[in-house]
T-cell receptor, first 114, second 113 residues
Framework: SQTIHQWPATLVQPVGSPLSLECTVE??????LYWYRQAAGRGLQLLFY??????ISSEVPQNLSASRPQDRQFILSSKKLLLSDSGFYLC?????????????FGDGTRLSIL | QKEVEQNSGPLSVPEGAIASLNCTYS??????FFWYRQYSGKSPELIMS????GDKEDGRFTAQLNKASQYVSLLIRDSQPSDSATYLC?????????????FGTGTRLTIIP
């Protein structure tokens, strides 16, 4: 069966520091991968998605970037964090079957910026 | 702009009753519809998928889809306190190869013992 791993679970970072969040998927090949952010009491905001190695689509212009160096690895990064980057970051995957597939989420990383 | 609308709640339902959660969507060509449950502080968990008009039942959960009315609902029978959570509706796009889902902001459900 497929599993998704996301770490760390919680992170406290000062303003202006860099960020790297990692997500890996096991048990499937060539998954579609997604990064979402959920602000407290708010809905899911799609940040980036990827349909293959090196292929990144950005949904919202911001202080973040994403990379997919391997088939089942998705990384979210920032060079300098802002206070507004605080939130619950979620990685998700779906089967690559031409769309309309459910997404499955990792446990998330709760990021607090001080 | 594709939109998915949900009543934010909170929706309070007595234990043992039927909870009814509703969702409307704007893209008439949407082809896939999902319900996720999100407990406080946790990540969303897929509980139902529906692709065709009508009802789909899975245990205590029933998803209902009416594409003509652009409406999808989730019924939870015999509601339990463990059903207290935020329920997210998600809709898949109309175009082949569209890999994204549009999520509603969720309805917070509280089951009262």
């Amino acid at each position: 069966s497929q599993t998704i791993h996301q770490w760390p679970a919680t992170l406290v970072q000062p303003v202006g520091s860099p960020l790297s969040l990692e997500c890996t998927v096991e048990g499937t090949s060539n998954p579609n991968l997604y990064w979402y952010r959920q602000a407290a009491g708010r809905g899911l905001q799609l940040l980036f998605y990827s349909v293959g190695i090196g292929q990144i689509s950005s949904e919202v212009p911001q202080n973040l970037s994403a990379s997919r160096p391997q088939d089942r690895q998705f990384i979210l990064s920032s060079k300098k964090l802002l206070l507004s980057d605080s939130g619950f970051y979620l990685c998700a995957w779906s089967i690559d079957r031409g769309g309309n597939q459910p997404q499955h989420f990792g446990d998330g990383t709760r990021l607090s910026i001080l | 702009q594709k939109e998915v609308e949900q009543n934010s709640g909170p929706l309070s339902v007595p234990e043992g009753a039927i909870a009814s959660l509703n969702c409307t969507y704007s893209d008439r060509g949407s082809q896939s519809f999902f319900w996720y449950r999100q407990y406080s502080g946790k990540s969303p968990e897929l509980i139902m998928s529906i692709y065709s008009n009508g009802d789909k039942e899975d245990g205590r959960f029933t998803a209902q889809l009416n594409k003509a009315s652009q409406y999808v609902s989730l019924l939870i029978r015999d509601s339990q306190p463990s059903d207290s959570a935020t329920y997210l509706c998600a809709v898949g796009g109309a175009n082949f190869g569209n890999e994204k889902l549009t999520f509603g902001t969720g309805t917070r459900l509280t089951i009262i013992p």
